[in-house]
């Protein structure tokens, strides 16, 4: 603060325009010339204000008042710059009379000179007051002539105060920060090696097409996804057509169709999808929805005895382990969905299925995986049809063996396996030999939930359409149509390295590239089959002869 109570005039300047304020002091100073300094009530209000004033800085003060504050309030205190002072001080002459002002910061008038344009408008002194005339007025004419002078000296600083407004209103921002490299440095700096600044103006430049080039390459991505997104909604929707209209109402006859069998390895559209899986799996166990909503119940009753303790001690520890799994795995079933956890859409639906089928088949009862199966059918069928599918489903062969964990089974399949992963790719079957990898690390994994935990949801569905239609022969070749794809990554990892990545592929699989490498396999269900056959009957062999030799051993 200096001595007159103003403010730092190193506070940020007010850009202001110049040609409005001249404008309207100038109708000020207009005003102020026609009324006639011999006018005595006038004459009496300035001799008043000349008397009470101990000094001219108490105008100035008032003045700077009024300027910042106004009547109401609303402005704050705002310092003026130097080449404002003279400006202010021929508003504050218009207002007290007096030639004298304190001492005022400025107020910059954008780039222009302030000293320009207020010699032109700087206010003439008046005259001294003749203090002689004011022996005519009478105490009567006193008052009046208060009222009078009050009324003048509300009106002319209420104009100030709106012209205050108007040029506060009229400040700018400071100028944007990408233009600040282009500024020279404060004068209290030294100035910019020419080098330096073209170096900057450079960088800066270079920055600026950098950032534009990269707004340009989102843009055409974004582009590209939509028009992406746009053909594959329509081919979505022109093969739904196809599948509504002409395949469904003929299923039994065009189901093993090459046309049908080429739209099919495509995927299936949403729509259509519960349906034809239904049709393709069958109901070979001749399940109804009469008795999903028997075993719904009796899982109900099971779940409330385990919360009573006092029937709890009638269950089964079977019974009372599936329960607990269930609950468990419920809430681990695709946890990124948030749909079938607690508070879930689907979390009752899938509580009921699941507790169904252990109902159902209380020999096989709950087993890990098959919250993920359930799950899945789930978002494409009914409660009552997903029940009758996924009982179905665990009776096909290979899913029987697994979920009722048939060690020999498993082995055959493993073996299965291992022949077309050395005839297929033969440098990855060595090099997962070396590390001892064995199938059933990573293969068990993948047939106990049909890919639907380690791939993401939309290449497991499309690999469930096929795998309804070629049955389990394409659950080994999508294996080995993955390890194909990665294979060299894979050649690269180590043990545990490897191991991780199988459980959990990358999200961002191109469903595409997995089914040209599928193809690529030429696993064939005949072939397959002809293969499981051969591996059956040579372990039926060696088990005979085992036995054989067992019983001839003496005992």
């Known amino acids: 603060m200096d001595s007159n109570g103003c403010g730092d005039s190193n506070m940020p300047i007010l850009e202001v325009e110049t040609e409005e304020v001249l404008s309207e002091c100038s109708s000020i100073n207009e005003q102020r010339d026609g009324e006639q300094c011999n006018d005595k009530v006038v004459r009496v209000r300035h001799e008043s ?8 800085s ?20 705002i310092p003026l710059s130097n080449g404002m002072k003279q ?82 209103k009229k400040a700018e921002p400071v100028v944007l920060t990408t233009n600040l490299i282009f500024e020279n440095r404060p ?52 093969c739904t057509d196809v599948w509504l209209k002409e395949i469904l109402p003929e299923w039994h006859l065009v189901n093993q169709s090459k046309r049908v069998h080429n739209l099919w390895w495509k995927g299936l559209p949403p729509k259509v999808r519960g349906t034809v899986w239904k049709l393709a799996v069958g109901n070979e166990l001749q399940l109804t929805k009469n008795l999903y909503y028997i075993m719904v119940d009796r899982a109900k009753d099971t779940l409330r005895c385990c919360k009573d303790s006092k029937y709890d001690g009638n269950l089964k520890e079977e019974t009372r382990d599936n329960v607990r799994d269930i609950r468990l795995d419920v809430l681990r079933t695709f946890p990124h ?12 639906q899938l509580l009921n299925v699941l507790g169904a089928y252990a109902s159902y088949r209380p020999d096989v009862g709950y087993v890990q995986g098959m919250s993920f199966l359930t799950a899945v059918l789930l978002l494409n069928l009914e409660p009552s049809d997903a029940f009758i599918l ?12 697994f979920f009722r964990m048939d060690a ?3 082995f055959v399949y493993f073996d299965v396996f291992n022949l077309f992963f050395e005839e297929a790719l033969p440098p990855l ?34 690999i469930w359409d096929v795998y309804f239609r070629d049955g389990d022969s394409f659950l080994f070749a999508t294996a080995l149509g993955i390890l194909r794809m990665y294979m060299p990554q894979l050649l690269q990892m180590e043990f545990e390295i490897v191991l991780q990545f199988l459980r959990k592929l990358p999200d961002d699989m191109d469903s595409e590239v997995l089914f040209e490498n599928i193809k690529a396999i030429s696993l064939t269900p005949r072939k397959f089959q002809h293969t499981m056959v051969e591996l059956v009957d040579m372990n039926s062999v060696e088990r005979r002869k085992k036995s054989s030799a067992a019983a001839q051993q003496p005992s």
Not at 49 to 56: D, I, M, P
């Open 390 to 401: 996924l009982s179905n489903l665990l009776h096909q062969p290979c899913q029987r063996a």
């Open 408 to 410: 020999d089974m498993m």
């Open 87 to 168: 400006h202010c001080r021929n508003l504050s002459n218009l207002t007290t009379g007096s030639g004298k002002s304190g001492s005022l910061d400025s107020v910059s008038l954008g780039n222009s000179s302030v000293a320009d344009y207020t010699s032109h408008y700087t206010a003439e002194t008046p005259s001294p007051i003749d203090t002689s005339t004011l022996e005519d007025i009478s105490l009567h004419d006193e008052e009046e002539v208060e009222t009078i002078t009050e009324v003048k000296k509300n009106s002319t600083t209420s104009k100030m105060s709106n012209l205050a407004r108007k040029l506060f």
């Open 49 to 56: 204000a000349l008397e009470q004033s101990t000094s001219s």
């Open 337 to 348: 969905l948030c749909i079938f956890q607690e508070c879930g859409p689907y979390h009752e």
């Open 429 to 462: 079957f060595n090099f997962f030999t070396h590390i001892q990898l064995t199938p059933d690390l990573y293969l068990i994994g993948w047939v106990f939930t049909l890919f639907s935990k380690s791939l993401p949801l939309d290449v497991a569905s499309r």
């Open 58 to 77: 108490v105008h100035s003060s008032e003045y700077r008042d009024n300027i910042d504050l106004g009547h109401d309030g609303n402005l704050s205190p």
């Open 187 to 238: 004068s209290n700096l030294p100035a910019k090696n020419p080098e330096e600044e073209q170096a900057q103006r450079k960088a800066y430049q270079e920055m600026i097409a950098a950032a534009k080039r990269k707004e340009v390459a989102e843009l055409k991505k974004k582009q590209r996804a939509a028009e992406d997104r746009k053909k594959y909604e329509e081919s979505v929707a022109a």
